[in-house]
């Protein structure tokens, strides 16, 4: 069964693209769904974009569910281990 929820958030980063091009990215979207390539009944889907350059400018991710909590146990663990006045 899809929720149909999706979070997006405005950020500010960088990410690499097709052939190996590094561009900004300035929206986030995750949601669970179907995926379109992985092969499992649902996944986490992550898109990092920025659509002012186009769909082109855009990086995805569709994670099982158990690889995403990992993902996330992984960001928190490196931003935890960071010195607070770097992570601002």
């Not at 499992?40 to 995403?68: F, K, M, Q």
């Amino acid at each position: 069964m899809c929720t149909y929820t999706t979070v997006r958030e405005s950020i500010d980063g960088s990410a690499k693209g097709p052939g190996g091009t590094w561009f900004h990215v300035s929206d986030l979207t995750v949601y669970f769904d179907h995926p379109v390539h992985a092969m499992a009944e649902h996944t986490l889907n992550i898109d990092l974009a920025d659509p002012s350059r186009g769909p082109g400018a855009r990086v995805a991710l569709e994670l099982t569910a158990e690889s995403a909590r990992r993902l996330v146990a992984a960001i928190q663990e490196a931003l935890a281990a960071v010195p607070p006045e770097l992570a601002v």
